[in-house]
Nanobody, 122 residues
Framework: QVQLVESGGGLVQAGDSLRLSCVAS????????MGWFRQAPGKEREFVAR????????FYADSVKGRFAASRDNAKNTAYLQMNSLKPEDTAIYYC???????????????WGQGTQVTVSS
């Protein structure tokens, strides 16, 4: 059983940056692709970014492309989401997820963190 714990959220102003971290335990981290998703109030959970098992491949939602960067350090069992040039529409609860498949489909991810709130003021 894999446990994921996110951190790094907060309240920032538009244009600021945040880095989210997701620490994994209870499994072999490098066996899992990692995904980042977010859910804003009243909206469905949406895909943000994904990174492959070794970190060699990443993919982003169009809404964050060029602003967000996913990375991972398998030696530290940690995935990261660097978020730059934040916009008010980025306000949401952000979740990291671990799955065997490198996919943007949230149903393919078996393990989820508890979420961390990101609020961007204008």
């Amino acid at each position: 059983q894999v446990q994921l714990v996110e951190s790094g959220g907060g309240l920032v102003q538009a244009g600021d940056s945040l880095r989210l971290s997701c620490v994994a335990s209870g499994g072999t981290f490098s066996n899992f692709a990692m995904g980042w998703f977010r859910q804003a109030p009243g909206k469905e959970r949406e895909f943000v970014a994904r990174i492959s098992w070794g970190g060699g491949a990443v993919f982003y939602a169009d809404s964050v492309k060029g602003r967000f960067a996913a990375s991972r350090d398998n030696a530290k069992n940690t995935a990261y989401l660097q978020m730059n040039s934040l916009k008010p529409e980025d306000t949401a609860i952000y979740y990291c997820a671990a799955g065997r498949r490198y996919t943007s489909n949230y149903s393919d991810y078996s393990y989820w963190g508890q979420g961390t709130q990101v609020t961007v003021s204008s």
